[in-house]
């Protein structure tokens, strides 16, 4: 069965250990995490939001959600990837160095980024996006001297209230 791309949420208790061991059921298996985001989402209740974007055969990542769903600090687990009710974003910053950073920047208008930086001899642009988008922004900055990216990685949350 062919590799999937797959966004999975946790929603864990805020303690040290929980992401090693989060961590440690893809490693485990031998399967790349290409993002990871982790942030405190509730102070009150100590839980903190862990996002996992990965590839694989999707009988291995339902595994992987079972075995999320199993360990203790764990209260919820989310795989958005067949979700139509959650909302993906990603931020990026792209340094952007060259002889006509004009069309850089005509472009970045274009494609929804804005102008971070432009005090030095490189232009830093700034997007959120849906995660493909950002890609798109990136190889878009290829041509017109892109010189270095910083990505957050992959933040999900569900359009329904509660």
């Known amino acids: 069965m062919a590799n999937e791309r797959h966004t999975l949420t946790a929603l864990v208790d805020n303690e040290a250990g929980v992401l090693a061991r989060v961590v440690g059921l893809f490693s485990g298996r031998g399967y790349n995490i290409e993002s990871l985001t982790v942030g405190e989402v509730d102070p009150a209740e100590r839980t903190s939001r862990i996002t996992v974007v990965t590839s694989g055969p999707p009988a291995v990542i339902e595994q992987i959600e079972a075995q999320l769903k199993r360990l203790v600090p764990v209260h919820?687990?989310?795989?958005?990837?067949?979700?139509?009710?959650?909302?993906?974003?990603?931020?990026?910053?792209?340094?952007?160095?060259?002889?006509?950073?004009?069309?850089?920047?005509?472009?970045?208008?274009?494609?929804?980024?804005?102008?971070?930086?432009?005090?030095?001899?490189?232009t830093v642009f700034e997007l959120t996006d849906a995660p493909a988008n950002i890609g798109s922004f990136i190889e878009a900055m290829r041509p017109l001297g892109l010189c270095d990216v910083s990505r957050t990685g992959v933040a999900a949350i569900s359009r329904d209230p509660g």
């Open 76 to 122: 919820a687990v989310t795989n958005w990837t067949f979700a139509t009710d959650g909302v993906e974003r990603e931020m990026a910053l792209v340094k952007v160095a060259g002889s006509d950073r004009s069309a850089a920047k005509q472009m970045a208008a274009k494609l929804g980024a804005r102008v971070l930086d432009d005090r030095g001899q490189a």
